[in-house]
């Protein structure tokens, strides 16, 4: 009986401690900042992505800074450069892009860091940090347009404040909101979804005048720790993540704005880590969640969240504790997903195509011609495409009545991710058609336009 028992007590703390993959794939992983960071053995923080000239960049922030990465070939991750940063206790690093430049910010101070990133694959260039009379630092940053959104930090009790980028280089500070602390935001549509974690709310704001940011409404609910949260394209499902209290991920009906029901609380696979970021593509609802990594779930039908995968980045005992798995991105061209680890570091990972799942994964070998990004959009949007060999590509937007408004791109291209900038400033509201021909392969999708 004691052989039994001791048998039962070891198997049982070799499984809580096991790393669990389901569905998912490593393609590669890069750990090279492995000696700083505070509390000892936290070295990383979020991370992003980008693409340019057919290729694909991964940005993580660590202890140090913020280094890009070419993951163009996860079998082959390549350093093009790291950008100095302040440190902090936990590390805590964001950033954005917007055109050809990176945007950093830390709770460490220096503001907003500017880089840009023309010359890459070659290199990357630091420009300044940007700071003002009563700023030096923010705990996280959002983007839409021509905008960025700073949250939390030292200025203005903590809420959140909009920086034209009209100079990408030189920022101006427009309207901001401080009522309560914002912790994190996502803008569709000049609305600011904001997750006031320290109050347990979760906030609406109109941020249609850049100059006076206006309270639309806010909500709590049971267990509420708002950290992050994400919307579908149509705006009429939100996804919101408790980073204590519940610990979950819950998903919202949000079609009437003015009163939100709640569809779906979700628990992870593992059934004891807490959530920390969402972020939504097509169907498919992609969580960074500590110590059970990155977790994929299938909400086409919202009320019924079904796992399609999940890889575990963190291999020790599942509990709520801060370590695992900070962010993931999941808008590369290739289908490939980016995650950062904490203790461990950069993670590229691909999910495996799902027949249920309209938005599924994009094979590398093929043609893929990927949702605009944001949609709706006013008035930039982002169209991402591959091109899995030297080819024509022609991308052309027209509008309901097959009328052609724009030509994006019309030229030969090798082997890589793209992404072109669609600006309809000119264009009414409305329903619009971006088609990409490049050899054989031809597809047509929509996107609107809501000014």
Same mark, same amino acid.
């Given at each position: 009986?004691?052989?039994?028992?001791?048998?039962?007590?070891?198997?049982?703390?070799?499984?809580?401690?096991?790393?669990?993959?389901?569905?998912?794939?490593?393609?590669?992983?890069?750990?090279?900042?492995?000696? /700083?960071?505070?509390?000892?053995?936290?070295?990383?923080?979020?991370?992003?992505?980008?693409?340019?000239?057919?290729?694909?960049?991964?940005?993580?922030?660590?202890?140090?800074?913020?280094?890009?990465? %070419?993951?163009?070939?996860?079998?082959?991750?390549?350093?093009?450069?790291?950008?100095? /940063?302040? !440190?902090?206790?936990?590390?805590?690093?964001?950033?954005?892009?917007?055109?050809?430049?990176?945007?950093?910010?830390?709770?460490?101070?220096?503001?907003?860091?500017?880089?840009?990133?023309?010359?890459?694959?070659?290199?990357?260039?630091?420009?300044?940090?940007?700071?003002?009379?009563?700023?030096?630092?923010?705990?996280?940053?959002?983007?839409?347009?021509?905008?960025?959104?700073?949250?939390?930090?030292?200025?203005?009790?903590?809420?959140?404040?909009?920086?034209?980028?009209?100079?990408?280089?030189?920022?101006? #500070?427009?309207?901001?909101? &401080?009522?309560?602390?914002?912790? %994190?935001?996502?803008?569709?549509?000049?609305?600011?979804?904001?997750?006031?974690?320290?109050?347990?709310?979760?906030?609406?704001?109109?941020?249609?005048? #850049?100059?006076?940011?206006?309270?639309?409404?806010?909500?709590?609910?049971?267990?509420?720790?708002?950290?992050?949260?994400?919307?579908?394209?149509? &705006?009429?499902?939100?996804?919101?993540?408790?980073? /204590? &209290?519940?610990?979950?991920?819950?998903?919202?009906?949000?079609?009437?704005?003015?009163?939100?029901?709640?569809?779906? @609380?979700?628990?992870?696979?593992?059934?004891?880590?807490?959530?920390?970021?969402?972020?939504?593509? !097509? @169907?498919?609802?992609?969580?960074?969640?500590?110590?059970?990594?990155?977790?994929?779930?299938?909400?086409?039908?919202?009320?019924?969240?079904?796992?399609?995968?999940?890889?575990?980045?963190?291999?020790?005992?599942?509990?709520?504790?801060?370590?695992?798995?900070?962010?993931?991105?999941?808008?590369?061209?290739? !289908?490939?997903?980016?995650?950062?680890?904490?203790?461990?570091?950069?993670?590229?990972?691909?999910?495996?195509?799902?027949?249920?799942?309209?938005?599924?994964?994009?094979?590398?070998?093929?043609?893929?011609?990927?949702?605009?990004?944001?949609?709706?959009?006013?008035?930039?949007?982002?169209?991402?495409?591959?091109?899995?060999?030297?080819?024509?590509?022609?991308?052309?937007?027209?509008?309901?009545?097959? #009328?052609?408004?724009?030509?994006?791109?019309?030229?030969?291209?090798?082997?890589?991710?793209?992404?072109?900038?669609?600006?309809? !400033?000119?264009?009414?509201?409305?329903?619009?058609?971006?088609?990409?021909?490049?050899?054989?392969?031809?597809?047509?999708?929509?996107?609107?336009?809501?000014?």
């Amino acid at each position: 009986m004691k052989n039994l028992i001791l048998f039962l007590l070891v198997f049982t703390a070799m499984n809580a401690g096991a790393q669990s993959i389901s569905n998912m794939t490593l393609l590669g992983n890069k750990n090279e900042f492995t000696t /700083g960071g505070t509390p000892s053995g936290w070295h990383y923080a979020s991370c992003w992505g980008y693409v340019a000239n057919g290729r694909e960049y991964a940005i993580i922030g660590h202890y140090e800074g913020t280094t890009v990465y %070419d993951v163009t070939d996860p079998s082959n991750i390549v350093n093009k450069g790291t950008v100095s /940063g302040p !440190g902090s206790f936990y590390n805590y690093r964001e950033m954005k892009t917007y055109s050809h430049y990176l945007y950093i910010v830390s709770e460490g101070g220096s503001g907003v860091q500017i880089v840009d990133l023309q010359y890459l694959p070659d290199s990357i260039h630091f420009i300044r940090n940007y700071t003002f009379s009563g700023y030096t630092r923010s705990h996280s940053i959002s983007q839409e347009g021509r905008y960025l959104y700073c949250n939390g930090g030292n200025y203005n009790n903590g809420g959140v404040f909009i920086l034209d980028l009209l100079d990408p280089e030189n920022p101006v #500070k427009r309207g901001q909101w &401080g009522t309560r602390y914002v912790h %994190d935001c996502f803008i569709k549509n000049d609305t600011i979804y904001a997750a006031a974690i320290s109050a347990g709310y979760f906030v609406l704001l109109d941020a249609r005048n #850049k100059d006076s940011i206006k309270f639309i409404r806010e909500f709590t609910y049971p267990g509420a720790v708002t950290h992050n949260a994400w919307t579908t394209d149509d &705006g009429n499902i939100l996804v919101t993540t408790d980073e /204590g &209290g519940s610990n979950h991920a819950k998903i919202w009906n949000f079609t009437d704005i003015s009163n939100q029901v709640q569809l779906a @609380d979700i628990t992870p696979y593992d059934g004891a880590s807490m959530v920390h970021n969402a972020y939504i593509k !097509g @169907d498919l609802l992609y969580l960074a969640h500590y110590r059970a990594g990155v977790i994929v779930y299938n909400i086409s039908n919202p009320s019924s969240p079904t796992e399609v995968g999940h890889y575990d980045t963190y291999p020790g005992t599942n509990s709520t504790a801060y370590q695992g798995c900070w962010n993931v991105y999941p808008y590369l061209p290739s !289908g490939n997903i980016i995650a950062s680890d904490i203790a461990t570091g950069l993670y590229v990972l691909s999910l495996g195509t799902q027949t249920s799942v309209s938005q599924t994964t994009e094979i590398a070998d093929d043609f893929t011609l990927s949702q605009n990004y944001p949609n709706p959009f006013n008035p930039l949007t982002v169209i991402t495409y591959y091109v899995p060999k030297s080819s024509r590509v022609k991308l052309t937007v027209t509008d309901a009545l097959g #009328k052609q408004v724009a030509v994006l791109v019309n030229e030969i291209q090798n082997k890589g991710s793209y992404s072109a900038e669609f600006n309809a !400033g000119a264009l009414s509201s409305g329903t619009y058609f971006y088609r990409i021909e490049a050899g054989d392969f031809v597809q047509t999708k929509k996107m609107t336009l809501v000014k």
